[in-house]
């Protein structure tokens, strides 16, 4: 396989993220971003010409609410539960 990333470029990578590696984990790191860059290479011979970009790998919609408005609850009704009202708002214990 074709070296896309040297031993030296994942140190360096490592030291630029804090990252402390050890002999065993820069070997395995480089061979794993070989593996990747590899792998990419290998899509990048596909054909793509007649395929439209794509934001996921499956077909999603939003699944919100539509945004339009609607009546509120009554005052009063919103107030009818609460254990203490002043008659407009709710009455809450002071919190600091």
Known sequence: MDEKITKDEVRRV?????????????????????????????LNELDTAGISPMTHAIQIENVFRRDCVTPSLDRQDSLANSPETDGCNFVVPKVI
Request: charged share 30%; proline share 0%.
């Open 14 to 42: 490592a030291g630029l993220a804090r990252l402390e590696l050890s002999e065993a984990e820069e070997d395995r790191m480089t061979g794993q971003m070989n593996q990747i860059l590899g792998y990419m290479d290998k």
